[in-house]
């Protein structure tokens, strides 16, 4: 079975630039939750989505958005990046609520000049 | 929020011998408590997790323990092998999941 795919795998961009990252969840999973993970720290949660709908947010700033889409594959966006930006951003998926075991993806490395 | 400590930081053992690694939550709703191994430049993986309702789980060389009534849990390693080597991370989880800071082993050949 695939498991949780995120793409792009790495991605280098300016400041005040915008980007989106992508993944798909595991098949019949319909939660996804993202995951900023700083190089030696643990990962930061950002944003749970469930059928469609946002159901939590971390302590992130409004320049961080997503959604989920019928398929339950998701976006995440980033407004005028940072430098402190630049982490590695992890997609999770479960079959349901964040109570339950999330699989995480390869991740999506960033790196804001 | 909650706040998840984890420790040590670093280990180091031989191969053969046990690891044990400890953490701490302050959230007395915490419900699943999840244990990951990453390995450089993957995601992290689940290797096992425990339910508040459950003390102890154990899958192989692998177990979790957890004390609620201290709100602490920890795993335990046995017969570590040079594959076991990675950085492992504790999370408890209500409504989102927290992460502790991660502990790097190092299984010695």
């Known amino acids: 079975d695939a498991g949780v795919t995120q793409s792009p795998t790495h991605l280098i961009k300016t400041r005040g630039q915008h980007v989106t990252l992508r993944c798909s969840p595991i098949?019949?999973?319909?939660?996804v939750s993202w995951y900023q993970q700083v190089l030696g720290q643990g990962p930061q949660f950002i944003f749970q989505y469930y059928e469609k709908e946002e159901r939590g947010r971390g302590n992130f700033p409004d320049r961080f958005s997503a959604r989920q889409f019928p398929n339950y594959s998701s976006e995440l966006n980033v407004n005028a990046l940072l430098l402190g930006d630049s982490a590695l951003y992890l997609c999770a998926s479960s079959l349901v609520g964040v109570s339950y075991e999330q699989y995480f993806g390869p991740g999506t490395r960033l790196t804001v000049t | 929020g909650e706040n998840v400590e984890q420790h040590p930081s670093t280990l180091s053992v031989q191969e053969g011998d046990s690891a044990v690694i400890k953490c701490t939550y302050s959230?007395?709703?915490?419900?699943?408590f999840p244990w990951y191994k990453q390995e450089l430049g993957k995601g992290p993986q689940l290797i096992i997790d425990i339910r508040s309702n459950v003390g102890e789980k154990k899958d192989q060389r692998i177990a979790v323990t957890l004390n609620k009534t201290a709100k602490h849990f920890s795993l335990h390693i046995t017969e570590t092998q040079p594959e076991d080597s990675a950085v492992y991370f504790c999370a408890a989880s209500f409504n989102q999941f927290y992460f502790g800071t991660g502990t790097s082993l190092t299984v010695i050949p």
């Open positions: 959230d007395s709703a915490s419900n699943y």
């Open positions: 098949s019949g999973h319909k939660s």
